[in-house]
């Protein structure tokens, strides 16, 4: 059962677009969410994450929105740069305590064309 | 800081060899964390430890063993190793405050093929 889903396995935008990377859950009970970047041969590097009681979060060129009634959230990168091209996963926790963990989605493969 | 360290960075097993796959930090995390992404798929946790002394299963332990003596290493062990344990094993890290969630920081992973 997948708790958190990045439906659409690829996204190719153009240089200087916005890039549009969604993620929906299912258990109401996650309150933190979180956005990470992979390059290939490398690790996840975090990016850019949102608390459940915010509805959206900024941080210079990526901008993550969260709406709790839909149990979704987004990651927009404006403008798009042939950088960002990586594999983006989105990943949620319930709580913060000593064993709360992180559910990962499957990934999203973004390439940004020159 | 070197951050979170992985090694070996590859490696092929054959059916029913033993291996320690070694992490190592230096920024002082008290958590620490085993995943495996298999391809085409999220990361999956193995094990996690909140400190030296002090580890837990995660979603897909079986067939792993953990330990952790230092606040630095966190060591994962495959005993009998089998071709469902081909996969990429990341291991990564945080420091965990309490009322807020402290991002993992990962390290660059290792690939092992079991043939």
């Known amino acids: 059962d997948q708790q958190v889903k990045q439906n659409s396995p690829s996204l190719s935008v153009q240089e200087g677009r916005i890039s549009i990377l969604n993620c929906d859950y299912t258990n109401s009970m996650f309150d933190y969410f979180l956005w990470y970047k992979k390059y290939p041969a490398e690790g996840p590097t975090f990016l850019i994450s949102i608390s459940s009681i915010k509805d959206k979060n900024e941080d210079g060129r990526f901008t993550v929105f969260l709406n709790k009634s839909a149990k979704h959230l987004s990651l927009h990168i404006v403008p798009s740069q042939p950088g960002d091209s990586a594999v983006y996963f989105c990943?949620?926790?319930?709580?913060?305590?000593?064993?709360?963990?992180?559910?990962f989605g499957k990934g999203i493969t973004l390439s940004v064309r020159p | 800081n070197a951050g979170v360290t992985q090694t070996p960075k590859f490696r092929i097993l054959k059916i029913g060899q033993s291996m320690t796959l070694q992490c190592t930090q230096d920024?002082?995390?008290?958590?620490m964390y085993w995943y495996r992404q298999d391809p085409g798929m999220g990361l999956k946790l193995i094990y996690y430890s909140v400190g030296a002394g002090i580890t837990d299963k995660g979603e897909v332990p079986n067939g792993y063993n953990v330990s952790r003596s230092t606040t630095e290493d966190f060591p994962l062990r495959l005993e009998l190793a089998a071709p469902s344990q081909t996969s990429v094993y990341f291991c990564?890290?945080?420091?965990?405050?309490?009322?807020?969630?402290?991002?993992?920081?990962f390290g660059p992973g290792t690939r092992l093929t079991v043939l």
């Open positions: 990564a890290s945080s420091y965990k405050r309490t009322l807020s969630y402290n991002e993992q920081f």
């Open positions: 920024m002082n995390h008290n958590y």
């Open positions: 990943a949620a926790s319930a709580g913060t305590g000593a064993n709360s963990k992180l559910t």
